[in-house]
């Protein structure tokens, strides 16, 4: 921003004297948007604006600061961390939403090895309040027990992500837990938690309000869809695989409870 607004630099000229700039995305990219209002510095403060052609709208809700984030934190990186920590457990993230004009959204997170999903209640297309409910988990469950389960967490690169990699540390500066993004419209870089999603639309379909749910309600959910055998796990449930795993206090905490077999329920509860 300095280097374009006070040394009057032209973007070329910031982004070959900014190596970093390259590992991340194109200089048309980068233009692209700021012509989409994306950064601080504004479309008319680059060199030779006039000159070329150009359209974009302003955002609507939420404005991109700071892009470096993603160096040490693209696909990539998150292959070779995986590579070299074989037997760290994976956790991915995902966002569900109902009708275009709700104010909430389910935060997913997927336990991929182990066919688990829990999710939180969020505001829809806000990355503060993604962080912040993470933050809060973290605190409830302890650094030690952070660091134990949420190792390698991969996120993609929605705007509600925005801001993922803050919890790589708790309140106090400790570092806690990795963070990675996906590639832009990749949804194959995170299947699973895509492919856990059709147990959540059972139960409240496409097009359904999200706005009347709570957390309470969102752990009823979760403890049902846990609860359901599945075959490509030996016909055992994701919530006896977690408990055999991390412990039934890791369980309590997050709110999920185990459902007898015969009493799961995956009706609509929206």
């Given amino acids: 921003i300095e280097q374009v607004r006070r040394l009057r630099q032209s973007l ?38 006039v000159v070329y052609k150009h359209s974009y709208e302003k955002p609507k809700i939420f ?12 696909f990539d990186d998150y292959l070779k961390y995986c590579e070299r920590h074989k037997r760290a457990n994976i956790v991915q993230y995902d966002s569900v939403i109902g009708k275009i004009t709700d104010e909430l959204a389910i935060l997913t997170i ?12 969020i505001r829809k ?16 469950l302890g650094n030690e027990m952070v660091k134990e389960i949420f190792q390698i967490n991969l ?13 790589e540390y708790d309140d106090n500066g400790e570092f806690i837990c990795n963070t990675f993004f996906t590639r832009p419209y990749k949804a194959t870089d995170k299947p699973h938690c895509e492919r856990y999603h059709e147990l959540i639309r059972y139960m409240i ?32 449930t994701p919530y006896d695989l977690i408990k055999r795993k991390f412990g039934k206090e890791f369980l309590d905490k997050i709110g999920i409870s185990r459902v007898e077999k015969k009493k799961v329920n995956l009706s609509q509860i929206c």
């Fill in 12 to 49: 070329h000229h910031v982004y070959i004297s900014n190596p970093c700039l390259s590992k991340i995305c194109s200089e048309k990219t980068i233009r692209r948007h700021i012509y989409k209002g994306l950064f601080e510095v504004k479309a008319h403060e680059l060199r030779k604006y």
């Fill in 63 to 74: 404005q991109l600061r700071d892009i470096t984030i993603l160096i040490g934190r693209q």
């Fill in 110 to 121: 997927t336990f991929i090895k182990y066919g688990f999903q829990f999710g939180l209640l």
């Fill in 125 to 140: 297309s806000d990355p503060n309040d993604v962080v912040r409910k993470l933050k809060k988990l973290f605190r409830t």
């Fill in 155 to 167: 996120a993609d690169n929605g705007i509600e992500f925005s801001y993922f990699n803050k919890i």
């Fill in 205 to 236: 379909p496409k097009g359904k309000s999200l706005d009347s749910l709570t957390q309470e309600k969102l752990n009823w959910m979760f403890s049902q869809i846990n609860s359901y055998v599945r075959k490509g796990l030996n016909d055992q």
